[in-house]
């Protein structure tokens, strides 16, 4: 079992090159499954283990989506993303 320290590194070792490293499994079996399910989406969405960011583009306009992580280097990530989408992020 790792340690809550072995956990965080992993996490930040990882969260600059996750999207790349995951693109291809991505584009053939994600993003469909992504819009089809954050398409129903409304109002006030709290995210769970936001990661990167992925799902963040496939929320409808005028959801407000708070995003929680264990790693300040996936937030960062995320909010890189969020940041970039035609909204307004916090």
């Not at 956990?7 to 819009?35: C, G, N, S, T, V």
């Amino acid at each position: 079992m790792y340690t809550n320290e072995e956990i965080r590194y992993k996490y930040m070792k990882y969260a600059k090159f996750l999207d790349q490293y995951e693109k291809i499994p991505e584009q053939l079996f994600f993003k469909k499954r992504r819009q089809r399910l954050l398409k129903h989406a409304s109002g006030y969405v709290l995210e769970v283990a936001v990661g990167t960011g992925r799902n963040l583009p496939y929320y409808p306009e005028g959801c407000i989506v708070t995003g929680l992580d264990y790693s300040s280097d996936m937030l960062a990530e995320a909010k890189k993303k969020a940041e970039a989408l035609p909204c307004q992020s916090a």
